[in-house]
């Protein structure tokens, strides 16, 4: 495989993963970090010559992203954007064992962040949109009937506010499209290997916990009203909690493609017997167990000013992560029921609920996918999921466009490598994956804006 001189798909798509990396538009949740900007600017150059130009939007300083679209020649034919974010998230080098923005290749693993999420599918999404600009790649020359999108969007790691949540609010004009293809696909499970497809993901309602005590002087602690002490407890209390167990469809169907042993199959996709299955899935335990519950997870605890000060406030941040058909009133209720007598101390802030979205499986683009599969996995089938994250796929879900997160990865992976590596240290991708996902993105594009009505 070609993997350094630009030639071949894969070869263009390492070199210019390999730029969006080193660009390092790390994303810290603040607004001015990201830097998406640096990103926006390699894009550019990259189509520079390819007949396409792109829009730039830039909703706050170096927040940018660019959205380039290629026109069909049918009006009425069903459009495609692949959309791409371009940050990632913020790293710990002491926990890895190369530079994560050197975007080092050794014994054919490209390492750093963003190499899985998601850069290396921004990558094959510039590279793909190119070929077909310059209407070189492949056999013949090829136009598509349908737009072809391809969105390169700022700040996905933080919610998006400066990313497809504003373009959606102002330049829905820009990123619109009748299907989209986003992460976070692409990782074999089973022997016939079921290659996971994101239709659907979880929503999301976080809160804040407002706890008050009294405030006092550190030197005498004995029977204090201590704000932490009470914080403490609450964390302690939700870490315990457990919220009811709801079996999904598209849960069963991934506990089947796991081929685990039969006790253990049973016992996951049993609503009474789940937790006794858990420890059967090893590192997968922490996402089985995100699939079948909505999950409270207290991320951000403060109290205290100074040292010899009791607090009499604290505060405890809650990512809550939502199961389909949960309301503000079940989460309310959760935290309720978790926290018992300590509400007497305790009011509960924000009443946001992003609902969670799934996309139907019985459309076109679907069985363009499946036949994308096949191509690479002859034996091998889509495996439909649902993510228990958030993607930028859930915007386009709400407004009723199906949006799938798409990718094929090598034998060698797992959806629990792939999990853990998501946000991890040591964040990499094998070449052999880098190839096998933008041919199959290259076929999908053709195959489904170039066919007939
Ligand atoms: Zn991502």
């Known amino acids: 495989m070609s993997t350094h001189h630009g030639g071949s798909l894969a070869g263009q798509t390492t070199e ?12 810290d949740g603040s607004p001015d970090s990201g830097h998406e900007i640096r990103t926006v600017r390699t894009l550019q150059s990259f189509f520079e010559g390819s007949g396409v130009e792109g829009v730039v939007v830039e909703p706050h300083p170096e927040r940018a992203s660019l959205i380039v679209r290629i026109e069909g020649t049918d009006p009425t034919a069903p459009s495609l954007a692949l959309v791409g974010h371009t940050d990632v998230v913020p790293v710990e080098p002491a926990g890895w064992e190369h530079d994560p923005f050197a975007a080092d290749v050794t014994d054919g693993v490209l390492w750093g962040r963003g190499a899985i999420d998601m850069l290396n599918l921004t990558a094959s999404y510039a590279v793909v949109t190119r070929a077909i600009a310059q209407g070189t790649a492949g056999p013949g020359s090829f136009r598509p009937r349908g737009d072809l999108i391809f969105a390169a969007v700022a700040d996905e790691e933080n919610g998006s506010s400066l990313g497809v949540d504003w373009l959606t609010r102002n330049r829905l004009d820009l990123i619109d499209a009748d299907y989209v293809l986003t992460e976070s696909g692409g990782a074999p499970a089973g022997s016939a290997p079921g290659i996971s497809v994101m239709i659907g993901e979880k929503g999301a309602a976080g809160r804040t916990l407002r706890v008050t005590g009294t405030p006092g002087h550190g030197s005498a602690p004995w029977g204090a009203h201590n704000a932490a002490v009470i914080a403490a407890e609450a964390v302690r209390r939700i870490s315990l909690f457990r919220a009811p167990t709801v079996i999904t469809p598209q849960w069963r169907r991934y506990v089947e493609a796991l ?29 089985a167990h995100a699939s079948a519950h909505t999950t409270i997870s207290p991320n951000m605890v403060h109290a205290g000013e ?14 809550i992560r939502i199961l389909p058909d949960v309301s503000a009133a079940d989460v309310e209720g959760y935290l309720r029921e978790a926290l018992g007598d300590l509400m007497e101390n305790i009011s509960i802030e924000g009443d946001q609920l992003g609902e969670s979205t799934v996309s139907p499986t019985d459309t076109p683009l679907f069985d363009v996918l499946r036949g994308a599969v096949k191509r690479a996995y002859p034996d091998g089938d889509l495996l439909p999921m649902m993510g228990v994250g958030g993607t930028d796929g859930r915007f386009y879900r709400r407004r009723g466009v199906p949006a799938y997160g798409f990718g094929v990865l090598s034998e060698r992976w797992n959806y629990g490598m792939f999990r853990q590596l998501f946000h991890g240290h040591n964040e990499r991708i094998d070449l052999e994956s880098i190839d096998l996902t933008v041919t199959a993105l290259d076929y999908v594009v053709r195959e489904f804006l170039g066919r007939q009505p």
Do not use: H, M, W
């Open 306 to 319: 100074k040292s010899n000060v009791i607090p009499g406030e604290a505060s405890v941040v809650l990512d």
């Open 16 to 27: 210019l993963l390999q730029a969006l990396i080193r660009n390092r538009c790390v994303n």
């Open 259 to 287: 081929e685990l042993d039969q006790r253990t199959q049973a016992d996951l996709v049993d609503a009474d017997r789940f937790y006794d299955g858990l420890p059967g899935v090893g590192a997968l335990a922490g996402f």
